[in-house]
């Protein structure tokens, strides 16, 4: 993730509550809802005044090609934070014409934040937020019938639980050729299945 300048506040100071403050206290906020493009300006406008993290647009972009090429029609992200990366992708699910982003956060405070963000943008009946930890998460998806493929992956959430997660999709038989994981920061998933596109 790309972290922006650090200030007085810091994460466990509440920045994620002072975003909200920022975005819902503009007054033109009639004409952000409903677009993804103008919260995502507000959350990185945030962000070069308190220190805060998020994919950020180099890597960022990379995904939404990646959207554009493999038009997915489910999109999973392990690691939600306050939405950015929903927003974001999951608006490009929707445009390509997929039918849901899934994004899997545990921390519920973060989660809300994310909820709240996701409604403003338009994405709430399209980005299902769900709260818990990512590895109980996952298997719930997969009992379900909700998830029996993943088509395309972001990863993001808790360092050492990268190649844990992975491996248990990969048991569940989640992930199998043709399977897209993207993974952010430079950490190494050593550990995947042949034919799975790791980047």
């Not at 962000?47 to 029609?73: C, M, T």
């Not at 392990?78 to 929707?94: E, K, N």
């Not at 937020?129 to 990863?155: A, C, N, P």
Request: with cysteine; proline share 4%; net charge negative.
């Amino acid at each position: 993730m790309t972290a922006t300048k650090r200030s007085e506040y810091t994460r466990e100071e509440g920045s994620e509550v002072k975003l909200l403050h920022f975005i819902f206290g503009q007054p033109n906020i009639d004409q952000i809802r409903g677009h993804p493009d103008k919260v995502l300006n507000l959350i990185e406008e945030f962000g070069q005044q308190y220190w805060f993290a998020n994919v950020g647009h180099p890597k960022g972009d990379i995904v939404v090609s990646l959207i554009e090429e493999l038009r997915p029609r489910k999109m999973i992200e392990l690691g939600g934070y306050v939405g950015y990366s929903a927003i974001l992708f999951g608006d490009a699910v929707r445009r390509h014409g997929g039918q849901r982003y899934i994004s899997l956060e545990l921390n519920p405070e973060f989660a809300a934040v994310a909820n709240m963000l996701i409604e403003l943008a338009g994405l709430r009946d399209f980005v299902h937020t769900i709260v818990g930890r990512s590895d109980e998460s996952l298997q719930k998806l997969y009992t379900s019938g909700e998830v029996e493929h993943v088509e395309l992956m972001f990863i993001d959430h808790y360092k050492p639980a990268y190649t844990a997660d992975v491996q248990l999709c990969e048991e569940l038989g989640m992930i199998s050729p043709g399977s897209v994981l993207v993974a952010d920061t430079s950490l190494l998933i050593t550990w995947c299945s042949l034919g799975t596109r790791l980047i």
